[in-house]
């Protein structure tokens, strides 16, 4: 595999396209979002069963519109007490709710007394437009806390690491440390350099 003098990021999702700049900066030479493209496009169905199936719906779908090497995600939150509800709809379950905070209310009802130990999972795909797609994943195990603490995107405000006593939306440098995205994003470097 080679790394592409442009990258595209194949989300509309503004913090993610910000962090995944940040993250990805000292890799590639030139980053792009949709935002940059002179054309603009609506995101495809997401209409996978698992997260690999989602981020690589939206890597070929970008890649083969814009002729560029495209980087999408799938991210979520796996809840073992619930069968690891919300899962793949975890975006979806949050466009339910007016805001994060009902939607973290909600998932608190569901859990009850049930134990609040969950899993951050994040799928990468990087599909070049003329040939293979590479695919790396990252995981980080944690707890729920209850309400969310901090200002974050997605459930960043409800979601402690295991060892940490602080949410991802308290503490960037923590988060920039050991999300699910970053290890994703390590193991994608990774892949790239065999």
């Given at each position: 595999m080679y790394y592409p003098d442009i990258l595209l990021i194949g989300s509309h999702n503004l913090h993610k396209v910000a962090e995944f700049k940040q993250l990805l900066h000292p890799h590639f030479k030139t980053i792009l979002s949709l935002s940059d493209l002179?054309?603009?496009?609506e995101d495809p169905q997401e209409t996978g069963d698992t997260f690999y199936q989602n981020a690589q719906i939206k890597a070929d779908y970008y890649a083969a519109h814009s002729g560029l090497a495209t980087l999408s995600d799938d991210s979520g939150l796996c809840v073992p007490a619930l069968n690891n509800w919300p899962g793949v709809h975890t975006k979806r379950i949050a466009e339910q709710f007016n805001t994060p905070e009902q939607g973290f209310h909600d998932l608190r009802?569901?859990?009850k007394d049930l134990s609040r130990e969950a899993i951050m999972t994040c799928v990468l795909v990087l599909r070049y437009p003329a040939g293979p797609s590479v695919m790396a994943t990252g995981h980080i195990q944690g707890q729920l806390t209850f309400p969310g603490?901090?200002?974050?995107f997605g459930v960043d405000p409800i979601f402690v690491p295991t060892g940490e006593n602080l949410t991802f939306a308290q503490d960037s440098d923590m988060k920039n440390r050991l999300s699910h995205r970053v290890r994703a994003i390590n193991n994608l470097i990774s892949c790239l350099h065999r």
């Open positions: 002179p054309e603009q496009y009802k569901r859990l603490q901090g200002q974050g």
